[in-house]
Every structure is written in structure tokens, then in C-alpha cells.
């Protein structure tokens, strides 16, 4: 019996799966024509290019380390 129960229950999340992408994948298709949206021109921008730069990883620091609670053993 148990078995049988994995077995449909594995199908139902099959079939739930397989359901969800087929609706996912309705959605991409062919743009309709008309809807062309004009974006504004953009003017008087500095562009930068961004590169990596290495860095120091690791820093110094002075002080005392406390415990927050205390335990008597």
C-alpha cells in the first residue's frame, strides 16, 4: 500500500510540475506589434568603468575579549 501511495503521489507532484512549467513557458512568445515603448534619450552622464582593485583583507584592532555570561563549574 505504501507504495502504491509514493508511486501517485510522485505523479501528482509530476503532473504539478510539468503543469507549472507549461504555464510559465505560455507566457514567452511573440511581442504584440503597437506596443513600442520611446524611451527618453539620456544626455549629460559621466559613464565609469568599474574594475576589480586588490585590497587589503584583513585588519588590526586593540582590545579585551569578555565573555557575555559567566558559569561556575
Known sequence: ???VTKISSFGVLAAAVILSMVVGLS???EKKQ???VSRPVVQGVEVAVVRPVPRETTAEALGTVRARTTAAV
Open 34 to 36: 503597437g506596443t513600442a
Open 27 to 29: 507566457a514567452c512568445g
Open 1 to 3: 500500500m505504501n507504495g
